[in-house]
């Protein structure tokens, strides 16, 4: 979904999804409210401060597990209440304007669907566990790694992916590798072109 442009679903009963002038309402901008059952989502549907390819992962792990009964949706009065705190916060934020219908944070958003999975981290308890790595997640690059540290869809490697993330950044702005001379060798070279200068220094002196 690109911004500045309309949206809406014309292969869509109004009944289920109705947007007027991109103002919609629709459960965390992902569920209709009016369906007797959850089978219906909408992923990408958001105009994140953000990135959207991993808001649009999240939604979708949060939509199959709906699809498949794991994780149940609130009552549509419930849903509704939701929708219209957040088209009220949206209205004291923003001016009145199409383009902002749909504005999400995006790492308020994460959390906020992440915690309808179970994957939000608990960084409460990771600060007793591994405060090492609770600073780096705190304090650190935000990245959708941290949605696979716990609960459903955990991946073993995420704590990885998490601390060797500089090292991959890095890794991108390099041209061309090089070999990296030993450390032994580097120091022992150095200490020769001292010696040698130190000579030549007093050589000089004793003959000028």
């Not at 105009?47 to 959207?52: N, R, S």
């Not at 061309?176 to 022992?188: F, G, N």
């Amino acid at each position: 979904m690109a911004t500045g442009y309309s949206f809406g679903f014309p292969f869509l009963d109004k009944s289920v999804v109705n947007v007027t002038k991109n103002e919609v309402s629709v459960y965390k901008y992902v569920f209709p409210p009016n369906l007797a059952r959850g089978t219906l989502a909408i992923i990408s549907m958001v105009q994140p401060l953000g990135a959207i390819n991993p808001i649009a992962e999240l939604q979708c792990r949060w939509a199959t597990r709906v699809f498949k009964g794991l994780v149940k949706l609130p009552s549509e009065e419930a849903m509704m209440a939701d929708i219209r705190e957040k088209k009220e916060a949206m209205a004291k934020r923003y001016v009145k304007s199409q383009r902002h219908t749909i504005q999400v944070d995006f790492i308020p958003y994460m959390d906020e669907i992440a915690s309808q999975i179970g994957v939000r981290p608990d960084f409460r308890r990771m600060v007793l566990r591994d405060p090492k790595f609770a600073w780096k997640c705190l304090f650190g690059p935000f990245t959708p790694y941290q949605y696979r540290i716990e609960g459903p869809g955990k991946w073993e490697g995420a704590k990885s992916a998490i601390e060797t993330y500089w090292e991959r950044v890095l890794a991108a702005t390099k041209t061309r590798a090089v070999d990296v001379p030993d450390k032994e060798e580097t120091h022992s070279y150095r200490n020769f072109l001292m010696i040698l200068v130190l000579v030549i220094a007093v050589v000089i002196c004793l003959f000028r």
